[in-house]
């Protein structure tokens, strides 16, 4: 019933529901702010949502599919270099993040700072991208291109441990910010340098 509103209100409402919730998190965010930002009243909110974690729901539901749609369904497995299919896999996601910062801010705060709205239904969505991801990162690699001495299953090990720990440093240095504010740059260019040494390291 939502889809039938008009777009440009269904875009004001989204986008003040996924800010406040990547701000104050599920519990502190608030309905009236939301409305507020949107240009709506209460009753429209809850015309189309029953409460505030059938509007939750809506909002992963909805993230999902763009992420997948904006993201996931644009990455190029014809690379077949496992670091360049990495790099720009990222500078996808650079992309879609500019499209869609307030979803990606949400689902970022999510992660980082997980809490009660942590369900089945949150961790099944969270789950189906994580696979899909695996899929398009993995699949028809080149391993002819590693250097021989080590082995392509370490070398995969090797480089996905790297980018993990990264993504573990970035999660604890996050965790308590309001991440609508991060400026993200330095972060990616960190990981933009680990992965041209790895290359240095673990390349013929």
């Not at 269904?10 to 502190?28: S, V």
């Amino acid at each position: 019933m939502f889809e039938n509103l008009e777009p440009e209100k269904q875009k004001r409402i989204l986008n003040a529901a996924y800010e406040e919730l990547a701000k104050e998190g599920y519990e502190k965010a608030s309905t009236n702010k939301i409305v507020k930002k949107a240009g709506i009243g209460k009753g429209m909110l809850f015309y189309y949502f029953k409460s505030k974690k059938d509007l939750f729901n809506y909002l992963v539901d909805y993230g999902t599919k763009t992420v997948i749609n904006d993201y996931l369904s644009l990455l190029d497995n014809s690379e077949r270099d496992y670091i360049e299919r990495i790099k720009k896999a990222s500078m996808v996601k650079l992309g879609a993040m500019k499209e869609h910062p307030h979803i990606f801010n949400f689902f970022g705060a999510l992660y980082v700072n997980r809490g009660v709205e942590w369900d089945e239904n949150l961790e099944s969505k969270m789950l189906e991208v994580r696979n899909l991801t695996h899929i398009k990162l993995f699949s028809n690699i080149d391993t002819s291109l590693f250097r021989e001495d080590v082995s392509p299953d370490k070398i995969f090990k090797l480089i996905n441990w790297t980018m993990e720990g990264i993504e573990k440093d970035i999660v604890n240095s996050l965790k308590g910010q309001n991440l609508v504010d991060v400026d993200y740059d330095p972060y990616w260019k960190e990981f933009f340098d680990y992965l041209d040494d790895l290359k240095k390291i673990l390349y013929k």
